[in-house]
């Protein structure tokens, strides 16, 4: 189904030849003037060059234009990287008529290589003249890299008797534990939000959604996460109430929708496998031992074989670096299989019953640590042989 479109917003998209020829490489958002923003950013020590700029940017003035780049990461690249990324914004800056720190400047692909600037510029005009209000299809083929399909959510709700439409693309399939949003999210709505209210509907959401999900535990030099707030609907999200959290309860479906994409087109992924951990002290400590699960090789090799080799998961459980856990009020869950109580394998747990739910596609791992009533809930892939030939081929 299309994306719905989000007034007040349009895009582009051109082929600037930056890593492939013919291929989709250069977007464009365009958002109409007064459009509020909120963002988040990765919190990789060594983040690009399109990351200081955007983050400044964002401080200085609001955004007239996301220009966002695939095929080139622009990380890794010192200062040049960073007067590249200027000279970018300054670029689409004036072709469009509005100052430089109203751009905000995006890429992805990879990482330590020049940004091919002029390609990049020379692309511009063709983006520009591609802007369209129903453009998000395109957009989102346009952002992709090692993704194997774009990626787009939407929703509609109704405030104080107004229409409200939340829309949003991303991209990412690999390099994915974002800690902080995913490889690239771009959402808007048509709604009207007070910043400090926008920054914080987008921050819950991002918590819920890109913020639990994880490939393969790398955190990208490149992650980023905007929310555009046009006010052309006509309505404005209150602080407080009813219709307050029925936004946020939208947004939050629109992220969490596209952050499963991401984990369902994880590199060489054949299962999508959630893992909740119930009865922590608090969330932070599920959180630990949800990670730790999704990080291991072992446990994650087992998934893609689909053999039931729980003591895996056991002993992730017991690695997670939780103090006085309390073994004999431990509960492991494959879907509605117990295989673990009372420090051991369950009585009634057989090894068929395990092999028929490992044969799903679909498989959630559940902890129970009886020690609280806080719970976390993440999504992640298990790991194939093509997730090794899709990254040790990603240069050549």
């Known amino acids: 189904m299309q994306a719905l479109t989000v007034t007040g917003i349009r895009l582009g998209v051109a082929r600037a030849g930056i890593k492939y020829p013919d291929r989709r490489d250069l977007v464009v958002i365009e958002a109409a003037p007064g ?4 963002a ?30 695939t095929g080139n990461a622009n990380a890794g690249t010192g200062r040049q990287g960073l007067a590249d990324a200027d000279a970018s914004c300054q670029a689409l800056a004036q ?8 751009v905000l400047p ?29 453009g998000w299809d395109e957009a989102a083929a346009g952002i992709m890299t090692t993704d194997t399909r774009p990626k787009r959510a939407s929703r509609q709700l109704q405030l104080a008797g107004c229409t409200v439409t939340i829309a949003g693309i991303a991209k990412g399939a690999g390099m994915i534990r974002p800690d902080m949003a995913t490889m690239l999210a771009f959402i808007a709505t048509d709604a009207e939000v007070e910043p400090g209210l926008l920054q914080q509907l987008l921050t819950d959401a991002v918590a819920a959604s890109f913020n639990a999900i994880t490939v393969d535990g790398d955190t990208s030099t490149n992650d980023a996460c905007v929310l555009l707030a046009t006010g052309q609907a006509g309505v404005r999200v209150p602080a407080s109430g009813e219709d307050r959290e029925r936004f946020a309860a939208a947004l939050d479906e629109v992220c969490i929708e596209l952050a499963q994409a991401i984990i369902r087109d994880g590199e060489g992924a054949t299962k999508f496998i959630t893992v909740q951990v119930e009865g922590g002290h608090d969330v932070a400590e599920c959180r630990q031992v949800a990670y730790t699960i999704a990080h291991s090789p072992l446990v994650k090799t087992a998934f893609f074989a689909s053999d039931p080799n729980w003591g895996r998961i056991l002993a992730a459980v017991g690695r997670s670096g939780l103090e006085a856990l309390d073994l004999d009020r431990v509960e492991i869950y494959l879907d509605e299989a117990r295989i673990v109580q009372g420090g051991g394998r369950d009585p009634a747990y057989t090894e068929a019953l395990g092999q ?3 044969g799903r596609s679909e498989i959630t791992i559940r902890v129970m640590l009886g020690r609280g009533a806080a719970t976390a809930r993440i999504w992640t892939t298990d790991l194939s042989f093509d997730y090794v030939r899709i990254n040790a081929e990603y240069r050549t």
């Open 35 to 38: 459009t509020q923003a909120a």
């Open 40 to 69: 988040v950013f990765t919190r990789n020590a060594f983040c690009a060059a399109p990351v200081i700029l955007a983050r400044s940017h964002l401080a200085a003035a609001r955004p007239r234009y996301l220009l966002i780049n």
């Open 95 to 102: 072709r469009s008529g509005c100052r430089p720190e109203e």
């Open 106 to 134: 995006f890429s992805t692909g990879v990482i330590g290589e020049p940004l091919p600037l002029f390609r990049l510029i020379s692309g511009l005009p063709a983006a520009l003249a591609a802007l369209r209000a129903d």
């Open 356 to 358: 028929e739910v490992m």
